[in-house]
């Protein structure tokens, strides 16, 4: 068993100093848009995982896929780290300069480049946000499904290959990217893809880089599928008597085929906190959320399914909402859930876990993990994608406190395992990052991770993007 | 733009012989299951492509993956090309042993190596074919969809990343492969993917080996995704006046949002081929076959939906069928289309395109080609999946016929400038082989095409997987 990075030492290797003939270029083509501001530096050497801050040596803030060539280009010609940054909201230390060099913002190129609602397709650039795409498409009867909770960036959900609370439905951005350009280590920009829905024509390059946390690569613009606003939509709470009651309930709908859209589980503690936070009231008690689209008698049959099987299990208190209004107040419960966990204990970071596993090992894995989470003492709450197999266990670790933290990651280690050993993986949807590429070793072997580092190489023979990520060189 | 292969002008290069220590150890390994006879060697050196046979030097019958192991590290050791054959009804020219080499045969790889029910996914060795599948899933109420009208072998669907009639609904190989085994060029097994619905963990290898007709490995085990079989399955077939009013009706289906499960097209002469060969007794004008899944009262609104639209366009002698026997006879039509419509000139060989576009571009894409196609005087027919925006006009040219030929040849690239400039694909379903090779360039650009052709270099630096297909080195 590998171990996972302890996230106060940094695999910090020997620093590429950007020279000063490169900062000089990199001025004289970005003007005020290059910054060596330690604030604006910190910003971009940080994201949600708690890794301490580790920044670059120079930002700039790109608005167009030249200039993001043009950056790359020096740092190929230079040598120097490149780092891509959407939003910042990635979740495994993705965007930790370990090695310094130069970030490349993505968030002011924010155009929608040409959305084709005939086709049900959409080109933007890379930091347009989920919820600015969503805004933008409503007019048209439109919506991009992937919701990962964060108002991430386009790019960086591509990046990381990220899903959330739609991807039971919808999949994830592995099926809703449909072409992307890219930035190559060279500087070369490509086009990945077509608008067609599907192609046979050579290698699948759009998926090799949606998934590739920036180390093959920076996207700049990405195609992806929409679809259309369902004619009718309902969300539901229903309460269990336990975990494994809710998880039951979950397995059986999908194995009954039922297209449920949203599927999500909150544990007794997520319940608490977010009724501490947001006064929603709702019974203290295991609960799942969940939302149906389609055809109005489509979503009231699906809706009936479900309530009759949760009701054998125990499940009660169904709460019902149709406006979206009261959707929007059910689902503040699940979207709240991250920050109302992390309040429960004020001052602490927590230790996320992101497992996935086959539907009919959900209940197992579960059941243990949290067996394993009350025993050890801290503070925990569990979210989870649980159409999908995929949940969040959120240790609560005293900032500092060593001896917390290697409790929770020894934890987090062993529900790895037991994922792997369930024939699932150790990362449903926050990717790899710094933070587990010993687990990546475990999961996929040492001959496909081999792979996987014989293409970086020949994609980033200077090995320049993104570098320390994934997997060592 | 690139020229199409002419399929008589094969690239050649110099053939790289089994020398004689390799063809011993070969001989002792598999025993009666090696083969250098003529007939045997000439079977493996063909496919559905007008390409003439090209044979590998020997044949060897694998049962395992071992075995498969075994043939690829002998053939890393002396340098010699290894080409996958599973049963040979890909359709550009894969399986031309252009470079000589050992043809690597998985049809007796029939197992079903694991079937798990309660999560909807099975692992099949290589040589199982859709249909074996599909029949020993039957019984748990459980079916694999894609369907590429030949009886492939799934190894080989997922090397070509196929789809077909049902792709429309649920996607493609692309969409449906959760994980496979892979013999590499040095003939170390690795395992993609997992048994979990999602991952972010590491680069997407499955992605990267589906589509990849077989020149980055072998795929010897396939874990694939399987659905329940719809509470209700309904199929009518629906006649209109004119190609473009059968794909209005088929591009508003789809913008729509209705899930319907299959949209096929037949011109006039594929029914009248259908008619001649199976006296379907259909009316002789253009036609689709569509299919619906879901609830029984799902079914009947979808269907309801799309015959009031297809109604307004003209669409007209609605026919359904609920029953399995009634369906089967319906898609009889369809599934017949490929050699009724051979059969309409006797003696012929067909030139048939694989186009996809985006769906609100495909009145404008089958008009042309159906004004170039009229003009041009030679036989033809169409059949598409049309759904996706695929679709397959099949010349019928007289064997040997090398003007009929160039003609059918020079119209097919035109139809395939057209789909780029259309933001499409060369290559919906069919790959690239030997004989699109010109065409990925055009469609992907020479930056892109270097990528894959750097992929292709550092995970087989010998060249010996496929070589010659998708792209030269």
Known sequence: MNAPLPPTALPLVEPRPVPPAMLGALREHFGERCSTALAVREQHGRDESPFPVTPPEVVVFCESTDDVAAAVTLAAEHAVPVIAFGTGSSLEGHLMAVQGGVSVDVARMTQIVRLNAEDLTVTVQAGVTREQLNREIKDQGLFFPIDPGANASLGGMAATRASGTNAVRYGTMRENVLGLT??????????TGTRARKSSAGYDLTRLFVGSEGTLGVITEVTLKLYPLPEAVSAAICHFPSIDAAVQATMQTIQMGVPIARCELLDVNAVRAVNAQSKLGLRESPMLLMEF???AAGVKEQAETVQALASELGGEDFEWASTPEE???LWTARHKAYFA???????????TTDTCVPIS????ILNASVADADACGLPYYIVGHVGDGNFHLAYLVKEGDAA???????LSAQMVQRAIALEGTCSGEHGIGLHKMGF??????AGAVAMMRSIKLALDPKNIMNPGKIFTL
């Open 182 to 191: 890219v930035v190559t280590a060279s500087g070369e920009v490509i086009r």
């Open 293 to 295: 689209h389609g055809s």
């Open 327 to 329: 959707r929007t107040r």
């Open 341 to 351: 966990g992390m309040q429960m204990s004020p001052g602490c970071r927590t230790v």
């Open 361 to 364: 090992r959900l209940a197992e």
């Open 404 to 410: 917390q933290r290697a409790v929770a990651e020894d």
């Open 440 to 445: 990546l070793v475990d999961e996929a072997g």
